[in-house]
């Protein structure tokens, strides 16, 4: 049984930083693209960032410079570090991965950038 489960999730100041995990257990990451999502409430889910199985990463406009995707294929967990953080940012923030065909989602973990 495939699970991705997420950590690091929580309530940061504007301009502060936060670190994501996604564990993921029943399949090795090795060589499948990953990807972090996040949905505010009243939006739709969107693409932050991803990773390919040959480590490039791609980011949505609004986060270039301020996150960063990683992944550790050895430890089986998908990282994210995210930086400069603003109010915009608050959404539930989920760790997606398309392994060996088939689309698996974490349960999501929250993030709220407020003062």
């Known amino acids: 049984q495939v699970q991705l489960v997420e950590s690091g999730g929580g309530l940061v100041q504007p301009g502060g930083s936060l670190i994501l995990s996604c564990a993921i257990s029943?399949?090795?990451?090795?060589?499948?693209?990953m990807g972090w999502y996040r949905q505010a409430p009243g939006k739709q889910r969107e693409l932050v960032a991803e990773?390919?199985?040959?480590?490039?990463?791609n980011y949505v406009d609004s986060v270039k410079g301020r996150f960063t995707i990683s992944r550790d294929n050895r430890k089986n967990i998908v990282s994210l570090q995210m930086n400069n953080l603003r109010p915009e940012d608050t959404a539930v923030y989920y760790c997606?991965?398309?392994?060996?065909?088939?689309?698996?989602w974490g349960q999501g973990t929250q993030v709220t950038v407020s003062s």
């Open positions: 997606q991965g398309a392994l060996g065909g088939n689309v698996y």
């Open positions: 990773i390919s199985g040959g480590m490039m990463p």
């Open positions: 029943g399949k090795r990451l090795d060589p499948y693209t």
